[in-house]
């Protein structure tokens, strides 16, 4: 199992995507079936990224989620923060200061600043997390953008349309809901 | 919770102890009870870090764990792995390749390489084990050394020495087993 959970990877995903819509909100249900991945699970995520300021929900037919600023400013470190809680490298228990031939009262010089073994798991979280702050949502769209051709954007635009029409027409989406 | 369990801030803790010890190997008995953690805990700790090399186990009532190799060789990185297992930052489940719009058979730009976000996710993990690997058990024992007055190292091998001694002739320790 991966320190980060998939929670993480739908969110980072989803948020590429509206990138790519700008203006036009999508709605996570749409998002989750344009990606083959579980409208619960993204529906869930959705509402951390709202708290995190990261996107605004628009309500209506064509409601759904935007971008509540622009790519440049969301980096993979506010995203993981947003879906997972600021979770800490190491949690520190403080064991030093149970040495057995302490008794009762640790003396100062065994408890004073951050345990030695806290320090390194500091320093190594922070190189994480200071590469993490270092790559934003515009960065890997434009890494994706640069791969994929234009008609890629076109099939993609023309897939959410269709979708909004649906809902505008009461039509449940096929892909889930498969007609009896 | 923190991405590191508990085990890893035991097991490093119980290895600074095996430092000092040099020549003359500790229980993991005693390691548990001269830091008031749990014995059967870190009895589950140490075949991990042998199977890595890191400790070897001694036979006998003078039996125990010593390092089995130089303080300055066991990084932060290798006890980690060692406890943990080599566990990724993040797991990409390659997510890109279901596209809606992709069909059955998701194109050749959409697959190659790393996804865009695994790259990121790569960066941050490279990162935060280059910090890790940059610390050895040498380096925070030596700080911890720098800190403690020297007494506390005499009092800590007459604690070893106890124990040792009540083993020898068949008694148990009095910290968890107190007559009745």
């Excluded at 989620?65 to 228990?93: N, T, V």
């Excluded at 590469?131 to 023309?158: G, N, T, Y």
Aim: with cysteine.
């Amino acid at each position: 199992m991966a320190h980060l959970t998939v929670s993480v990877e739908y969110g980072i995903h989803c948020l590429l995507w509206l990138v790519d819509s700008g203006d036009m909100p999508l709605s996570s249900r749409d998002l989750a079936e344009l990606q083959g991945i579980s409208p619960s699970f993204v529906a869930k995520i959705f509402p951390k990224l709202e708290k995190a300021g990261i996107v605004t929900a628009c309500e209506g037919v064509r409601g759904g989620y935007r971008l509540a600023r622009q790519p440049e400013e969301i980096s993979f470190l506010q995203i993981i923060d947003a879906i997972e809680g600021e979770k800490p490298l190491f949690d520190c228990q403080e064991i030093r200061n149970r040495c057995a031939v302490f008794g009762e009262s640790p003396p100062d010089w065994a408890t004073r600043g951050y345990c030695s073994i806290h320090q390194v798991m500091l320093k190594a979280e922070k190189a994480m997390r200071l590469e993490l702050a270092a790559h934003s949502l515009a960065d890997v769209s434009a890494s994706v953008s640069r791969k994929a051709p234009r008609k890629f954007f076109v099939q993609i635009r023309d897939w959410t349309n269709q979708r909004t029409s649906n809902r505008k027409l009461g039509r449940r989406p096929r892909t889930l809901d498969p007609p009896e």
